[in-house]
């Protein structure tokens, strides 16, 4: 590991379990064969993929064949959108999604708009939980594609993806979900939360990076966004990441195996955080408190100080934090996620995330809640609008 101390950004990215690493390392030596080959060696390659499809597939209690590798999460999310606008065109012009998607999904939504296609970004209430009778309502003839994620990835909230499914069913509309936050931390089933579509990633899951799943139910069609060899059952060309696909498998594997146990030891940590923060520091809210969502997120607003300035000061304590996603913390615009919750802007800049995952310990924890309250106390000493509130 590197200097990082104290990581508190799971939902940004996780270390590989050395156990997944363990089951790659072979495939990048001795098994490097194309799976595609002929000969006797690139057989145990392709034995390896569909060991790793098997155990992926029983992670989302799908079928083996309606599980596709792909580059990632972002090109998941991707293909189930231009997938399907691809192929449904003439049917219709409309899609539909929430306000808090991950870039991945709006901004292929943006890109789309851009191209003529009419889009509906749902609205959500100050919990980030989308209405399902918001959803009917903004159902058209020429509605082709539903998407709303899973789990959000800045304040963990759970949207209610089984009653979504059944309204877009009712008027025969595709239904796809980003699941990259919900897969590997609580039980996923596509069968019973009956999605046609499914996206996740590997690097969320202690898997390695560059290497995602596309889940799609048989009977669904949809175009390929990527020509060539004819992999992935036509669906996505290329010759195989083998070592990521073995990573994604074995993370896959490991999940079922202790996701249950990760959430008894984790969420209580979690909760720690949460009561200490309000207990040590004044002025501060929960973004997105509800029941309703990941028991290792937390996202809350230190008022009247930037986020990115706490971010400076407890990188310096040797905390990894976010403020929001990853990829908006690096711009100054507040988070879109907070914003949608109706947070004043002022607000949205103030907020820190802190996600929790396999290596925190209770040490991390109260080591957090030791240096937190002073960072704020001293950067708020400094907010010309501390005195002024
Ligand atoms: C991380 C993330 C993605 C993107 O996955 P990559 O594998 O990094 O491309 C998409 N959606 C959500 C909700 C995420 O958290």
């Known amino acids: 590991m590197n200097s990082t101390k104290y990581y508190f950004d799971y939902n940004a990215t996780t270390p590989t379990d050395s156990r997944v690493l363990e089951a790659m390392l072979p495939f990048f030596s001795d098994n490097f064969h194309n799976p595609s080959s002929f000969y006797r060696q690139a057989g145990d390659a392709r034995d390896a993929i569909d060991k790793a499809r098997e155990n992926v597939a029983k992670l989302l209690n799908a079928d083996p064949k309606e599980i596709y590798f792909t580059g990632g999460g972002t090109e998941s999310d991707n293909l189930a959108i231009f997938g399907v606008v691809s192929r449904y065109r003439e049917k219709g012009n409309h899609i539909i999604t929430s306000a808090i998607e991950h870039p991945a999904v709006l901004k292929s939504f943006e890109f789309l708009a851009k191209k003529g296609f009419e889009t509906t970004l749902l609205p959500v209430d100050k919990y980030g939980l989308v209405d399902p009778s918001d959803l009917e309502k903004s159902i058209k003839d020429s509605t082709i594609l539903i998407t709303v994620m899973h789990a959000n990835n800045e304040i963990g909230t759970l949207q209610p993806i089984t009653q979504l499914a059944k309204i877009a069913h009712k008027k025969g509309i ?170 004043k802007h002022e607000d949205a800049h103030g907020s820190l995330r802190i996600s929790l995952g396999k290596y925190n310990t209770e040490d991390d924890v109260d080591h957090l809640l030791d240096v937190l309250p002073g960072v704020a106390a001293h950067l708020r000493r400094m907010s010309p609008f501390w005195d002024k509130k």
């Open 174 to 343: 595709y239904f796809h979900t980003d699941a990259v936050q919900a897969v590997g931390k609580i039980p996923v089933d596509v069968k019973a939360l009956d999605v046609d579509m499914l996206s996740f990633s590997s690097h969320k899951i202690y898997g390695p990076k560059g290497i995602g799943v596309f889940y799609k139910k048989n009977k669904v069609k949809i175009d390929p966004m990527i020509f060539g060899g004819g992999h992935e059952n036509g669906l996505r060309a290329g010759t195989e990441n083998v070592p990521g696909i073995v990573g994604i498998g074995k993370a896959a594997e490991l999940a079922l195996l202790e996701m249950a146990d990760e959430e008894k030891r984790i969420r209580p940590l979690r909760d720690k955080i949460q009561k200490g923060i309000i207990e040590r520091i004044p002025e501060i809210l929960i973004n997105g408190d509800t029941d309703q969502k990941l028991y290792n997120t937390l996202n809350v607003s230190l008022r009247y100080i930037e986020g990115e300035a706490i971010l400076a000061m407890m990188d310096h304590e040797g905390f990894s934090l976010s403020s929001g996603s990853a990829c908006s913390s690096k711009s100054l615009d507040p988070s879109h996620v907070l914003l949608a919750l109706g947070l």
